[in-house]
């Protein structure tokens, strides 16, 4: 499964983005999605996560508030809405798909089968 990411780009503080991740020649429909990120000198770290079926949604305890993820299976795509945007939230983010567990234990990151190449995303005024 091949997960491309978009949305990314230069934001000034207090703005908000929307990424996308999308699954050209293949389906989202199965998977659990989760967003993460990886900021500039710092380990990966995950930010949402979205199951298949239900569209339960999971936050990081700190993405709580400002993150925003959906799904829009009709259209083969799950969004991270991020409003607020902080200097801190310049990172490469990484959209990723889960078939076994879904959203169990996603946020290690363990659990992922297939990853995004990623869409940077950088807070600058």
């Known amino acids: 499964l091949q997960l491309v990411e978009s949305g990314g780009g230069l934001v000034q503080p207090g703005g908000s983005l929307r990424l996308s991740c999308t699954a050209p020649?293949?389906?989202?429909?199965?998977?659990?999605i989760g967003w993460f990120r990886q900021a500039p000198g710092k380990e990966r770290e995950g930010v949402s996560c979205i199951t298949s079926s239900d569209r339960r949604t999971y936050y990081a305890d700190s993405m709580k508030g400002r993150f925003t993820i959906s799904r829009d299976n009709a259209k083969n795509t799950v969004y991270l809405r991020i409003n607020s945007l902080k200097s801190e939230d310049t990172a490469v983010y990484y959209c990723?798909?889960?078939?076994?567990?879904?959203?169990?234990?996603?946020?290690?990151?363990?659990?992922?089968?297939?990853w995004g190449q990623g869409t940077h995303v950088t807070v600058s005024s």
């Open positions: 990723a798909a889960m078939a076994l567990r879904g959203c169990y234990a996603w946020e290690g990151g363990a659990e992922v089968d297939y």
């Open positions: 020649g293949g389906t989202l429909d199965y998977y659990a």
